[in-house]
């Protein structure tokens, strides 16, 4: 028997298992940078809340700050939503601000990928609003 154009054959099946591997690899590195980029906005826009003295002004805040850090990104359109949980007392001091955001991440501008559609991503971000914070 010859073995004359095996490797032909074998290389033939294995590049295109290969390239297949490879992108899948670039479409999960994309959305995991997305997800750090959306929980460290969360994370931002939480504390950036917590550090007001007043439920709506925290909110303009959170919101702010999310839209600035998201500007360039492909999660610029990005659903952000910031709530404020009293303390013990009906004051803001002691309780939690919490910042929720929603991106729809598009993988179809991938290179040599025709793949439809996008991929959901939701992050949150909480920070206790600081019991010794002055009062307004």
Do not use: F, W
């Amino acid at each position: 028997m010859t073995e004359r154009g095996s490797i032909t054959t074998e290389v033939t099946l294995i590049v295109p298992a290969l390239l297949c591997l490879l992108l899948l690899v670039v479409i999960a590195g994309r959305v995991a940078g997305a997800r750090n980029a959306l929980v460290a906005v969360a994370r931002d826009a939480a504390r950036a809340a917590s550090l007001e003295t007043d439920p709506q002004q925290a909110y303009v805040a959170a919101e702010r700050l999310a839209r600035e850090a998201l500007s360039g990104t492909e999660c610029a359109e990005a659903e952000v939503k910031a709530s404020v949980r009293p303390g013990s007392d009906g004051h803001m001091r002691g309780g939690v601000a919490v910042v929720e955001v929603h991106c729809n991440a598009a993988i179809s501008d991938l290179a040599l990928l025709s793949l439809p559609g996008s991929v959901d991503i939701h992050a949150n971000g909480t920070e206790v609003i600081d019991r010794y914070q002055s009062a307004p």
